[in-house]
C-alpha cells in the first residue's frame, strides 16, 4: 500500500512538470490584425463586422472601418476588437437614387450641419467611452472663446474652425490634441494621429471654473 501512495504522489509530480514545461495557451488579446482583415469591433453590447485600416496603432488600439458605418473610420481599443466569428456576410448596399433626387441632396443635408459654424458653447465636455464610462482625464471646459480648463483646473488655449468644426488646443495640458464637432453639443475625441474614436464628449451645463466637476 505503500509503495502505491509513493507511486502515485511520483506520478503526480512528473504531471506538474510536463504541464511547467509547455508553452502557456495563446490569449484573444495575443492576437494582432493586419491591414484589410476582416473582423469585427465593439459599439457598446454590439459587435460589427468591420475591415482594419492600416497596421496596428502605437497605442495598441485599431482603425476600423465597420460596414454599419462605412463613410467613418474609428479608433478602437484592441480589446473592443475580435475575430471574425462566423462567416463573413456581404454588406447589403441601397440602390442609388435617381439624379432627381441627388440633385436635392445638398439642400437637405445643408442645415443638419449648420452648427459647424456656431462657436462651441460654454460648459463641460464630459467625454466618455463606447460603454458610456466617463473619462475624467479626457474632459475639458470651456471658459470662453479661446480658454479651456481640464479637469483637475489646469488651463490652456485652444482655437475653433467654423469651416471644418475642428477644436484645436494649442497651449496647456491637451496642447496638439483636436476635438472633432459631432453635433451642436458635443464633440468626438481625435487620436495622436488626427483620426476619429468613439470617445464622445457631449456638453454638460456644469461651470467648468470649478474643479473635479
Known sequence: MHGLTRNAAIAGFASLLIAAALPPAASAQDVTFSAGSR????????????TVVGARRTTGGYLLRCDLHPDQENV????????MQGADRAVVRKPPARS??????????????AFIS???????????????MELAGLQFGILDAHTYSTYDGARGRYSYSAQTGML?????????????????RSFLILDEHGARTAFVCPWEPKDPRKLHW
Open 76 to 83: 478602437f481599443a484592441a480589446s473592443d476588437v475580435r475575430a
Open 118 to 132: 456656431i462657436p462651441p458653447r460654454a460648459g463641460v465636455y464630459g467625454c466618455m467611452n463606447q460603454d458610456a
Open 39 to 50: 473582423v469585427e469591433g465593439r459599439f457598446g453590447s454590439n459587435w460589427d463586422r468591420c
Open 100 to 113: 432627381s433626387v441627388a440633385l436635392q441632396a445638398p439642400a437637405a443635408t445643408t442645415p443638419s450641419r
Open 168 to 184: 484645436t488646443f494649442t497651449s496647456g495640458p491637451f496642447a496638439r490634441l483636436q476635438r472633432s464637432r459631432y453635433t451642436e
